[in-house]
């Protein structure tokens, strides 16, 4: 189209405006294989391609081996240079200079540049003007209404629930609020496009559209973090769903941020499908050598090895040491272990989760049941019965106490039929000597495995108080299960007291136990490395420098110089001073505040690395840990197609809240799928 012999047969003026500016683009054409040889005097001249380098503007026909001027032979110009074309080459070089000069060359070459950059609606007719006038206003209008959709939707998330955006719910909010803007209401009664704004299709393209633009908002902050952490867990929803989410831990700022990233329905449940699945979901995000830790509770507790998945995610990412994270409670993750190595313990404790259900979830039920205790107070000075966390201790120390209170519900006036229905069932639980025997047992268990995380979610812990705490643990453990032959017998008060088979099961959730423990503190090499800036130690270090901490450290973390670090923190254990709080945080917040970032180069590098580490003592504020708001949030029953979407509303909501321009890039996104361009995108 940009070729000599095209233009020559074609009055360019005459083209479409489109062809037009599609040739300017194409610019001219300098053919590679041209050739012009020139003779005379003796003396043979050919056509050096270079000249098409020094003149933009320069172009060639082949056919009729001669130069021609690219914005002359689409305006008009000197006919040498539009028609014949030149071959002097033995003039060339003042040729090309002259016509440079002429006024022709110089209007075409202006109005080649100028065109397309004049204002299309005025060079357009009046009708078609009108047309893109009404065209944006239109447009405007609807952008407007998608932006107060996406207002009502985030206001749907900051409930936290699915069920807040329930179509019924979503469209009683948002005729809510139109009775307070006259241009809204307008626009929903009078335009078809919206009138099913609850309809579940729109809201579901909506809610991608949000989380799409989210997703890209959390990987731009990623491209400018320098570690970042994985957290993972097993969720169940409200349909008894299975899901692992994925939550991402990383600085910004010098603040640690813990984002949700998604949720992810596994289907290969062994250890290398979970170790895929969690690669597949990091891979887009291109954090090779920035993955330096790696947790797992649930997910990697019930279905495959905790090592066997860290083994195959440290192939891919080789700085991603498990750690044991803090928001993990350890009770749960031991407790899926049990269910899962034993079909008897997952019959008990689904046994026992019925207790929780029955007496947790009715005022008056709770009620009978603390009447019941207080009339035995004399015999057991026991507080009322815990069944949100303690419900196997609950269970065997209060069991005489549930037995009244089902005889009661049972027995006496004003109880419906269901609740007389379940009063049974968990009646007959309690004369089950194999269910009281494995109440017995988790009741000594798990206050071992509470006295353990207590230690673990001190902030003032040690590597020395852990390793101390973890042997503790397991010596006790050990003896519980040398007993656990006293404990398999038949639960009854009678004197006749009949051996069962749960002992060999007893043994086994403690082999079990005591197995994950070791995989999730095996050394605990990372909270040795936590010490070297442990503000709390500097005293200490100051006269005895702390070498084995170093050694941990080089060995864990090579992107920290050795050397380096080691003469930065020689220096920094003199200046206590610089110790403003007892968290690593103020003391990296300390040091900028000092200028000191460059100084200390090394030091804040480690202090990044243990911060984002997502163990005991690297985060300030626990309560407000993602991964427990992921757990609550998951107990919604919804679609795998919206979950991702809603989790991000009800978890991120105070984020997506503070982004610039959320809302207009959520709409460009939304204009952008299937056929709404020619309602939602202006004309220019």
């Given at each position: ?416 039929k269901a609740t007389i229905s379940e009063a049974y069932g968990l009646a007959m639980h309690l004369q089950d000597p194999k269910f009281l025997q494995f109440s017995q047992f988790f009741s000594e268990l798990m206050p071992e495995v509470d006295l353990l995380y207590g230690v673990l979610q001190k902030r003032k812990m040690n590597a020395n108080g852990i390793r101390l705490a973890i ?214």
């Amino acid at each position: 189209m940009n070729h000599v012999d095209y233009l020559s047969t074609v009055r360019f003026s005459t083209l479409p405006i489109k062809q037009q500016l599609e040739i300017k683009h194409l610019g001219p054409h300098q053919p590679d294989e041209l050739v012009i040889i020139q003779e005379g005097n003796g003396k043979k001249r050919s056509f050096n391609p270079e000249w098409f380098y020094r003149k933009s503007w320069l172009t060639a026909s082949i056919s009729k081996k001669a130069l021609f001027c690219f914005p002359c032979l689409l305006f008009e110009g000197e006919s040498v240079w539009t028609t014949t074309g030149f071959t002097d080459l033995k003039h060339l070089s003042e040729r090309l200079a002259k016509h440079e000069s002429c006024a022709s060359h110089v209007d075409n070459s202006i109005r080649l540049g100028l065109l397309g950059q004049t204002n299309v609606p005025s060079a357009l007719d009046r009708v078609h003007g009108r047309d893109i006038e009404e065209h944006n206003r239109q447009t405007e209008e609807n952008r407007y209404v998608l932006g107060r959709i996406i207002s009502c939707i985030k206001l749907c998330g900051r409930c936290g629930s699915a069920g807040s955006l329930n179509p019924a719910i979503f469209k009683c909010i948002f005729e809510t609020m139109c009775e307070g803007d006259s241009r809204l209401r307008r626009h929903y009664e009078a335009e078809p496009y919206f009138s099913g704004i609850a309809s579940a299709a729109i809201q579901n393209e909506l809610l991608d559209c949000m989380y799409s633009v989210y997703r890209d908002e959390v990987a731009r902050q990623l491209l400018h973090t320098p570690f970042v952490a994985v957290m993972t867990d097993e969720c169940t929803d409200g349909s008894c769903n299975s899901h692992m989410a994925v939550v991402l831990r990383y600085m910004v700022n010098n603040t640690v941020i813990e984002r949700f990233w998604e949720f992810i329905e596994v289907k290969d449940k062994t250890a290398n499908g979970l170790a895929t699945a969690i690669m597949a979901s990091l891979d887009p995000l291109h954090i090779t050598n920035k993955l330096i830790a790696q947790t797992y509770d649930g997910s990697a507790g019930r279905y495959g090895s905790v090592r066997d998945i860290e083994a195959r995610v440290k192939q891919r990412y080789p700085l991603a040491h498990f750690v044991h994270c803090y928001a993990h409670p350890l009770n749960a993750t031991l407790q899926q272990v049990c269910s899962a190595r034993s079909s008897d313990l997952k019959v008990f404790f689904a046994d026992l989760a019925t207790f929780t259900n029955f007496f947790s979830n009715s005022y008056k039920r709770m009620a009978a049941l603390n009447e019941a205790l207080s009339r035995r107070v004399s015999r057991r000075q026991a507080a009322r019965l815990n069944f949100i966390s303690k419900t196997a201790n609950s269970v065997w120390k209060g069991r005489e106490e549930i037995k009244e209170c089902l005889q009661n519900i049972r027995t006496q006036e004003g109880w419906d039929k269901a609740t007389i229905s379940e009063a049974y069932g968990l009646a007959m639980h309690l004369q089950d000597p194999k269910f009281l025997q494995f109440s017995q047992f988790f009741s000594e268990l798990m206050p071992e495995v509470d006295l353990l995380y207590g230690v673990l979610q001190k902030r003032k812990m040690n590597a020395n108080g852990i390793r101390l705490a973890i042997q503790t643990f397991k010596k006790n453990v050990g003896l519980l299960r040398e007993r656990t032959d006293l404990i398999a017998q038949d639960g009854t008060e009678g004197s006749k007291r009949m051996k069962t088979d749960a002992a060999a099961t007893m043994q086994e959730a403690c082999d079990a136990v005591l197995s994950q423990v070791d995989e999730r503190f095996p050394e605990s090499d990372h909270l040795i490395t936590a010490r070297l800036v442990d503000g709390a130690l500097f005293p200490k270090f100051a006269s005895s420098f702390p070498v084995v901490e170093l050694e941990f450290a080089a060995r864990l973390w090579p992107v920290v110089n050795k050397e380096k670090l080691k003469t930065e923190l020689t220096s920094l254990y003199q200046h206590v001073e610089l110790i403003r709080g007892t968290t690593m945080l103020s003391l990296l917040n300390s040091v900028h505040e000092h200028n000191l970032q460059d100084v200390l180069s090394e030091t804040v590098t480690l202090l990044k690395v243990v911060i984002t580490t997502p163990m005991t003592n690297s985060e300030s504020d626990r309560n407000l840990s993602t991964l427990k708001k992921v757990k609550t949030f998951a107990q919604n029953a919804t679609g795998q197609h919206r979950l991702n979407a809603l989790a991000m509303l009800a978890i991120e909501n105070g984020f997506i809240h503070g982004l610039l321009n959320f809302d207009s890039k959520v709409i460009e996104q939304f204009a952008h799928m299937k056929d709404r361009c020619a309602t939602c995108l202006f004309m220019k």
